[in-house]
């Protein structure tokens, strides 16, 4: 058992809504990372967030944003849906920045029709 | 060209096999991770290494910095190895480059 929980666990929109996913890093974790899977892919890194702050971000438009708060849980937010969209979204959190031991959420899986 | 390569993309072992996969990538990096992926989703982080070679229990992992090249070793294969195991580097930035899995599938 990780800890990491994310919510919720499955999700149905459509084109051009928003959507906020939601994770809880495990217990004294101050650091949380985004990754989209899509099917039979790997993870692509989405951001990170270190003490509230983005601290990293990979090659996602400016619709996908985050927020960190101060008990360390994020949001993941994304905005004007795209069916593109469709994935597993996974949140991983760590202690001191991303180069340390990363421990993942069971996902959300987002469909987008 | 993805930053980060897996061979192979599938496996199939007999139980008791020694198993390798392997990571090569193509950027200069600050550490690198192999973790297992379970049915569902479930992501296990195995090792985070920045040089040299790490052993836990049934798994071993090296890297060569100078040749770009990670590898992943399972000695005495199980069926509950059973899942896809990714490979990801770390570079500037806190940016993840993640490889697309080797599905490794032992049977009894």
């Known amino acids: 058992e990780t800890g990491v929980t994310q919510s919720p666990t499955h999700l149905i929109k459509t084109r051009g809504q928003q959507v906020t996913l939601r994770c809880s890093s495990q217990?004294?974790?101050?650091?949380v990372s985004w990754y989209q899977q899509a099917l039979g892919q790997g993870p692509q890194f989405i951001f990170q967030?270190?003490?509230?702050?983005?601290?990293g971000r990979g090659n996602f438009p400016p619709r996908f944003s985050g927020l960190q708060f101060p008990n360390y849980s994020s949001e993941l937010n994304v905005n004007a849906l795209e069916l593109d969209d469709s994935a597993l979204y996974l949140c991983?959190?760590?202690?001191?920045?991303?180069?340390?031991?990363?421990?993942f959420g069971p996902g959300t899986r987002l469909l987008v029709l | 060209k993805n930053e980060v390569e897996q061979s192979p993309q599938n496996l199939t072992a007999q139980e008791g096999e020694f198993i390798t996969i392997n990571c090569s990538y193509s950027?200069?990096?600050?550490?690198l991770h192999w973790l297992q992926q379970h049915p569902g989703g479930g992501i296990v982080s195995l090792f985070m290494?920045?040089?040299g070679k790490k052993k836990h229990g049934r798994l071993i992992a090296t890297i060569n910095i100078q040749e770009k090249h990670s590898s992943l070793h399972i000695t005495a294969s199980h069926p509950r190895d059973s899942a896809v195991y990714i490979c990801?580097?770390?570079?500037?930035?806190?940016?993840?480059?993640f490889g697309t899995g080797t599905s490794l599938t032992v049977i009894p």
């Open positions: 991983a959190s760590s202690w001191g920045g991303a180069g340390e031991t990363q421990y």
């Open positions: 217990s004294g974790h101050n650091t």
């Open positions: 290494l920045s040089s």
């Open positions: 950027v200069g990096i600050s550490a």
């Open positions: 967030y270190y003490r509230e702050e983005e601290n």
């Open positions: 990801a580097v770390r570079i500037r930035g806190n940016q993840f480059y």
